[in-house]
């Protein structure tokens, strides 16, 4: 069993950057990803990392802007966020797969296995 807690959170205005953390209990050496959620929405998937941090994947609404990273020996995931907009607003999930898989990156809510509690993170104009 794998347990994700995710901290970085907060209010911030459009423009402004953050940083989200994930950490990891045990060691997990496998593909983790972040999602988001807005209210009245579905959980829609942010950025990937494969387990050695070879290989990263994000929504087209991100790209450019945010940033995944992982720090294995720390079993810790981070996402920057710069250049943030109201519509990056919603609460950020962290995620990470069971089953090792290489460097292929899953981008499908049910493709992941463990999930943390949330942050919420809010963006204003």
């Known amino acids: 069993q794998v347990q994700l807690v995710e901290s970085g959170g907060g209010l911030v205005q459009a423009g402004d950057s953050l940083r989200l953390s994930c950490a990891a209990s045990?060691?997990?050496?496998?593909?983790m990803a972040w999602f988001r959620q807005a209210p009245g929405k579905e959980r829609e998937f942010v950025a990937a990392?494969?387990?050695?941090?070879?290989?990263?994947q994000y929504a087209g609404s991100v790209k450019g802007r945010f940033t995944i990273s992982r720090d294995n020996p720390r079993n810790a995931v981070s996402l920057q966020m710069n250049s943030l907009k109201p519509e990056d607003t919603a609460v950020y999930y962290c995620?990470?797969?069971?089953?090792?898989?290489?460097?292929?990156?899953?981008?499908?809510?049910?493709?992941?296995?463990?999930w943390g509690q949330g942050t919420q993170v809010t963006v204003s104009s």
């Open positions: 995620a990470t797969k069971n089953l090792f898989s290489g460097n292929y990156l899953y981008t499908g809510v049910k493709d992941y296995d463990y």
């Open positions: 990392i494969s387990w050695n941090g070879g290989s990263t």
């Open positions: 045990g060691r997990s050496f496998k593909a």
